[in-house]
């Protein structure tokens, strides 16, 4: 089992830059999959970005170029750096470890992003 816990949301202008981090409550050095996903309002749950246990990294076609996806294993935290902030990037983020055969969830950080 993993508790994870978000931080880092809050309200910045466009074109600004955030960090997200994630904290797990167990080592993450041997959680295959973790990623970040965001939600806004009326809309479904999204991928953002995801990292594997070896460092391979992918990316939603929205954030490319913008948005980088670290972890630390020693920190037992993932990170999203999220730069070029637009307004369509508001949502609530949420991090994600798939210890198979179970997922798990934060709680979620709000990232508000003004025009």
């Known amino acids: 089992q993993v508790q994870l816990v978000e931080s880092g949301g809050g309200l910045v202008q466009a074109g600004g830059s955030l960090r997200l981090s994630c904290a797990a409550s167990r080592s993450i050095f041997s959680i295959h999959f973790m990623g970040w996903y965001r939600q806004a309002p009326g809309k479904q749950r999204e991928v953002v970005a995801s990292?594997?246990?070896?460092?391979?990294?992918n990316y939603a076609d929205s954030v490319k170029g913008r948005f980088t996806i670290s972890r630390d294993n020693a920190k037992d935290t993932v990170y999203l750096q999220m730069n070029s902030l637009k307004p369509e990037d508001t949502a609530v983020y949420y991090c994600n470890a798939v210890v198979i055969p179970k997922n798990y969830w934060g709680q979620g950080t709000q990232v508000t992003v003004s025009s």
């Open positions: 990292i594997t246990s070896g460092g391979s990294t």
